[in-house]
């Protein structure tokens, strides 16, 4: 191959290198997921657009300030903001700001603007909203604001207008806040977390059907699909912080209240049967991968275990109380007492998770800690197996 033809053949590689992320991007699976945050997104991008022409007109035709510009940029950055504890963000955010626009015009008004005067504002306004109790967000957008207006040199008598355009946009953005939150920010808990107890029933179905079929490619990918639910728990909790926010502080949401929180007391049972599923599925990896045994009865109370999460993740999309799957439960916890004297350690593993995502998902349909923990008999030895398991423990010995 001559010079030219490798450098070639090089720029072409790279040329694929540069484009494989472009295209994963494209992927449908990948524009799904970017459709749907616009989908979650679209009520909060509505406020801030409608918050910021608000604030504009409300300055300008109400007030007659010729050029509001710092009135829709608060309200943008303050409806930016998600909801949980939004209002008191948007408070303490709209203070920061004032601050910031304040110190800027008083000292551009007496000193003018220079190298000088852009110093002392950032360093005032910064200090003065620590002093007001701002975090750090809060503490560089006052710093911000200040330079910006030490930098935009006011027109004659509108030095303290800015400042006004500030507050306006504020108290246009809490007003927004308040009475207009997103419409489905109160469903949306209950969707989520139907939505992550299905996929933890998908997965315990997929692990028992690999390890019915000794597929341990399978299994790894049940793995995967197991370690991936705490970004689905992450997206819940903030969706339940912020459901709960709308219904107590938005009039016309509050009657959704009591249903957020009990979704919002979901949320410590569901992540225990999540790490519980997930050291399942990892020891089912490990017996697979060591060839060890692991007896039928065992991968049946894994799937009956899928089937049943799955049944409360339908009953959770449809905001019902989840209380259908208990017998469910019940059932597989019965079948976790008798401990097969032929298990090794992974086994025995898989079946001690088994018990304890029991007792989680027994939280999760409304029954307290102990009145889970008696549904859950202490562990018995199968001292007869059966035909079918003696057969399998004859060809485990050839």
């Known amino acids: ?29 990948a524009l799904h997921r970017r459709v749907q945050r616009w989908r979650d997104r679209w009520w909060l991008i509505t406020q801030a657009a409608i918050g910021a022409a608000l604030a504009w007109w409300v300055a300008s035709d109400l007030l007659g300030h010729p050029l509001p510009f710092f009135a829709p940029v608060t309200a943008m950055v303050c409806l930016g903001l998600t909801y949980d504890n939004r209002v008191r963000r ?19 008004h007496y000193f003018g603007s220079g190298v000088w005067q852009l110093f002392t504002v950032a360093a005032v306004a910064m200090s ?56 489905r920010a109160v469903h949306r808990p209950a969707e989520r977390a139907a939505t992550v107890t299905a996929e933890l029933g998908q997965l315990l179905t997929e692990t028992a059907e690999g390890l019915t079929a000794r597929d341990h490619a399978r299994v790894t990918r ?23 926010a709308v219904a107590r502080l938005a009039p016309f949401r509050r009657r ?46 894994v799937a009956s275990l899928g089937q049943a999460a799955s049944h409360i993740g339908r009953e959770l999309a449809e905001e019902h109380a989840p209380v259908e799957a208990r017998e469910d439960l019940v059932a597989v916890a019965r079948r976790s007492t008798w401990r097969d004297r032929r298990a090794q350690l992974s086994a025995e593993v898989m079946r ?6 029991v ?29 079918e398991e003696d057969g399998a423990d004859e060809d485990d010995e050839e």
């Open 128 to 183: 003065l909203a620590v002093l007001a109790g701002a975090g750090q967000l809060l503490m560089l957008q006052a710093g911000i604001q200040g330079v910006i207006v030490t930098t935009l040199v006011a027109g004659e008598g509108q030095a303290f207008a800015r400042w006004l355009d500030a507050v306006v946009g504020g108290l246009v953005a809490l007003t927004i806040a308040v009475l207009a939150p997103s419409p």
């Open 256 to 301: 959704h209240r009591t249903g957020v929180q009990v979704v919002l007391d979901l949320l410590t049972p569901l992540d225990l049967a999540i790490r519980n599923v997930r050291v399942l599925v990892r020891r089912a990896e490990v017996a697979l991968h060591d060839e060890e045994f692991i007896p039928p009865s065992y991968i049946d109370m």
């Open 222 to 244: 049940a793995l995967r699909r197991a370690r991936g639910l705490q970004r689905g728990l992450d997206d819940l909790r903030e969706a339940a912080a912020e459901g709960l």
């Open 359 to 387: 007792v989680d998902l027994l939280i999760l349909t409304g029954m307290s800690q102990e009145e889970a923990r008696v549904r859950v008999p202490p562990t018995r030895d199968d001292l007869d197996p059966g035909p």
């Open 352 to 357: 001690a998770q088994v018990r304890s995502a």
């Open 90 to 108: 948007v408070i303490e955010l709209t203070v920061g700001v004032a601050i910031g626009v304040l110190v800027g015009d008083m000292l551009v």
């Open 1 to 29: 191959m001559s010079t030219w033809d490798h450098h070639w053949e090089r720029a072409r590689e790279r040329t694929r290198t540069g484009l494989r992320p472009l295209a994963r991007q494209l992927r449908p699976g």
